[in-house]
Nanobody
């Protein structure tokens, strides 16, 4: 069983930066592939970024490539999402997800463990 808790969301203006964090408890964090998804109001949850258990492989959605960066610190059981050059369309609830497979997967159904989410709102 893995418990995930996100933090770092909030209000930002277009062009600003925010850093989200997700802390994991209850498992050997270093064996899990981690990912961030987001869900805008009235829309389906979509993939944002993922990172392999050892940090060697990352995978980004096209919409955030070049602006967002995912990283992890296995010693601190933490995965981070650095979000730069924020746009109003980045407004969503951001979720941290985890599961045990070798490389990041864009499919929501691949992840067993989810956090409660943190709201990010970007104004123009």
């Amino acid at each position: 069983q893995v418990q995930l808790v996100e933090s770092g969301g909030g209000l930002a203006q277009a062009g600003d930066s925010l850093r989200l964090s997700c802390v994991a408890a209850g498992a050997t964090f270093g064996t899990y592939t981690m990912a961030w998804f987001r869900q805008a109001a009235g829309k389906e949850r979509t993939y944002v970024a993922g990172i392999q258990w050892n940090g060697k492989s990352t995978l980004y959605a096209e919409s955030v490539k070049g602006r967002f960066s995912i990283s992890r610190d296995n010693a601190k059981n933490t995965v981070n999402l650095q979000m730069n050059s924020l746009k109003p369309e980045d407004t969503a609830v951001y979720y941290c997800a985890a599961d045990r497979f070798s490389v990041p997967d864009r499919r929501e159904r691949s992840y067993t463990y989810w956090g409660q989410g943190t709201q990010v709102t970007v104004s123009s």
